[in-house]
C-alpha cells in the first residue's frame, strides 16, 4: 500500500511541475507577444476626448498651452506618434537640443530629453 501512495505522490509531483512549466512558457510568450505588438488606445477613448481646438487670434475657448523655453527657441521638426502624442524637436536659445513629447488631448508635455551640452 505504502508503494501505491508514494507512486500517485510522484505523479503529482511530476503532473504539477509540467502545469508550473507550462504556466511559465504561456507567462513568457503573452509578455513577448505584448512587447513586439503594443496595444494602441482605443478608438472610443479619441473620439470621446473631443477635437483639440485652434490656436490663433481667438483663444478665448482654450487657454493656450505655454512652453517654458528660453527666447530664441526653434522647432526643428515635428514627428506625429500612432499614439496621438507628438515629438518636437526643439533647438536654439542658448540650451543644447532637446526633444519633448507632447499630448495634445490632455494639452500637456509628457516627456523632454535633452540632446547633449549648448
Known amino acids: 500500500m505504502e508503494k501505491q501512495g508514494s507512486r500517485a505522490l510522484l505523479a503529482a509531483v511530476i503532473g504539477m511541475g509540467v502545469l508550473l512549466f507550462l504556466g511559465s512558457l504561456a507567462l513568457v510568450g503573452v509578455l513577448v507577444h505584448r512587447m513586439m505588438h503594443p496595444a494602441h488606445p482605443p478608438a472610443a477613448a ?37 499614439d496621438g502624442l507628438l515629438a518636437v524637436a526643439l533647438t536654439g536659445g542658448g540650451v543644447a537640443d532637446r526633444i519633448i513629447v507632447w499630448d495634445p488631448l490632455a494639452r500637456r508635455i509628457t516627456a523632454r530629453l535633452v540632446l547633449g551640452q549648448p
Do not use: F, I, K, N
Open 46 to 82: 479619441l473620439a470621446g476626448a473631443g477635437p483639440v481646438a485652434a490656436v490663433g487670434p481667438d483663444m478665448s475657448a482654450q487657454a493656450a498651452l505655454v512652453v517654458d523655453e528660453p527666447p530664441g527657441t526653434s522647432v526643428r521638426s515635428l514627428t506625429a506618434r500612432a
